[in-house]
């Protein structure tokens, strides 16, 4: 008799812990938005954008890079050579591991950006082949540069949601660059 009232229990707080880990899932699930999104740009992503194909996993883009001639671009922010920097001061530029043979365009994913950024990014998106898009895992930088390449008129837009981090954790080689600018 014992046992069967620690197994109802243990059955019964089974049940609870299930129950918040499918709220807590659920709790995460964040809807596109109509917009950019220009703040918190490290946070929930949707699973979705719209006019985009998802790849979820890096074994997929790996795959989908054997198989399609796609443009890759990492969209990471990055910091800018200081305005007024006179030309005899030494700036370096950041450098990123990423993913081989991409384009690092970074901050061409903020929600507001100047028209010099928003160029950069059609003159290196494919009008007829396939654009992958990434950054980090819970990034929107991605996912807003997904959405402005959708709308700079690319047909074939591929979102990477687990960025450089899930292609590493997988453990794919990296690849050192600096940022491709306007």
């Given at each position: 008799?014992?046992?069967?009232?620690?197994?109802?229990?243990?059955?019964?707080?089974?049940?609870?812990?299930?129950?918040?880990?499918?709220?807590?899932?659920n709790a995460e699930t964040?809807?596109?938005?109509?917009?950019?999104?220009?703040?918190?740009?490290?946070?929930?992503?949707?699973?979705?954008?719209?006019?985009?194909?998802?790849?979820?996993?890096?074994?997929?883009?790996?795959?989908?890079?054997?198989?399609?001639?796609?443009?890759?671009?990492?969209?990471?922010?990055?910091?800018?050579?200081?305005?007024?920097?006179?030309?005899?001061?030494?700036?370096?530029?950041?450098?990123?591991?990423?993913?081989?043979?991409?384009?690092?365009?970074?901050?061409?994913?903020?929600?507001?950006?100047?028209?010099?950024?928003?160029?950069?990014?059609?003159?290196?998106?494919?009008?007829?082949?396939?654009?992958?898009?990434?950054?980090?895992?819970?990034?929107?930088?991605?996912?807003?540069?997904?959405?402005?390449?959708?709308?700079?008129?690319?047909?074939?837009?591929?979102?990477?949601?687990?960025?450089?981090?899930?292609?590493?954790?997988?453990?794919?080689?990296?690849?050192?660059?600096?940022?491709?600018?306007?």
């Amino acid at each position: 008799m014992k046992v069967r009232s620690l197994i109802k229990a243990l059955c019964v707080k089974c049940a609870i812990f299930l129950y918040f880990c499918a709220t807590s899932i659920n709790a995460e699930t964040v809807p596109e938005p109509d917009g950019y999104r220009n703040a918190q740009y490290r946070a929930p992503v949707p699973e979705t954008l719209q006019g985009a194909q998802v790849i979820e996993t890096p074994e997929a883009l790996k795959l989908f890079m054997a198989n399609a001639n796609a443009v890759l671009i990492d969209v990471y922010p990055a910091p800018n050579r200081p305005e007024g920097l006179s030309k005899d001061t030494l700036w370096i530029e950041p450098k990123r591991d990423t993913i081989p043979s991409s384009l690092w365009l970074a901050n061409v994913g903020h929600g507001i950006v100047p028209d010099s950024l928003v160029s950069l990014l059609a003159e290196n998106i494919p009008q007829q082949g396939p654009v992958v898009v990434f950054c980090e895992p819970s990034c929107w930088h991605s996912w807003n540069a997904g959405k402005r390449a959708i709308e700079l008129g690319a047909k074939d837009v591929y979102w990477y949601r687990a960025g450089v981090k899930g292609w590493q954790e997988a453990g794919y080689e990296l690849e050192t660059q600096t940022p491709v600018r306007p």
